[in-house]
């Protein structure tokens, strides 16, 4: 009788310990739908002693989704003038660096970065914008790099850039060639700029002695010729016969200047 009780209590013994946990025994934690969690972390070894586990149900840390949202191609820039950034950061995680970076030839020219702690951003209002200076970059290409880091991990955004010279413009598609004595002739075309136009004038020439001149001052980026009191009162009609130069000089507020040139014949 002794023998059989020593038997059974030898065997609920092992059972006992086959059930019971060990000391540094591990498991990954079940969800209510018997799924596994691997990243379930509740040591340094990222496993979960089974001395710990409570019922209940258990989820892991999500990978941060982060998008760019309306962020702008930007394409040719005048050079000297300020430029805004725009568009917006949203993220199902805090966003804990966020940085901008001006790259020319493999070089970064300039950076800026600072620490939202925030899921959100709103890229014109942040200090990335106030602090890289698109108006002190000389005529080139460039390339404009976003990163944003959130829970680890870190996502990019580039936008490539010009920076032109080439702020005023004066396109004339109609101007005389030769033309008869007493015939009207209509001016066409455009003169444009980033900046305000602060003066377009128009003269003709004859030789070095000035025949007739009309400016205007339109304050505006664009300006008709056909429609400008250029073409209304410089008069092609009342020329005498000969040789001539219609020539036409813009300026803008940013001090910037072109003159268009044009030779021709009164016959």
Request: hydrophobic letters at 35%.
């Amino acid at each position: 009788m002794k023998r059989i009780f020593n038997v059974a209590a030898s065997l609920f013994l092992s059972l006992a310990m086959l059930l019971a946990p060990t000391a540094g025994s591990y498991a990954s934690a079940r969800t209510a739908d018997a799924s596994y969690l691997g990243s379930v972390e509740y040591s340094t070894e990222g496993k979960v002693d089974l001395s710990e586990i409570k019922s209940g149900e258990y989820a892991t840390a999500a990978t941060p989704v982060l998008t760019f949202n309306y962020v702008p191609d930007m394409g040719t820039l005048p050079y000297g003038r300020v430029y805004n950034l725009s568009g917006g950061i949203t993220c199902t995680q805090i966003i804990t660096t966020f940085k901008g970076e001006i790259i020319r030839n493999g070089s970064v020219v300039q950076e800026h970065s600072y620490y939202p702690g925030t899921s959100s951003i709103n890229i014109k209002t942040s200090p990335v914008n106030y602090n890289l200076s698109f108006g002190k970059l000389a005529p080139g290409s460039y390339t404009l790099k976003y990163t944003a880091v959130s829970g680890g991990k870190t996502f990019t955004c580039t936008k490539f850039f010009k920076i032109s010279t080439e702020t005023l413009k004066v396109d004339v598609t109609k101007a005389p060639s030769s033309i008869n004595q007493g015939s009207a002739f209509n001016i066409e075309g455009t003169v444009s700029s980033y900046y305000n136009i602060t003066s377009v004038t128009g003269r003709i020439w004859k030789g070095d002695t000035l025949k007739q001149m009309q400016p205007i001052y339109p304050d505006t980026t664009y300006v008709s010729l056909k429609s400008s009191d250029i073409n209304r009162y410089l008069r092609f009609g009342i020329l005498a016969k000969g040789k001539y130069t219609l020539e036409i000089t813009a300026h803008d507020e940013h001090g910037n200047c072109i003159t268009y040139e044009k030779d021709f014949t009164v016959k």
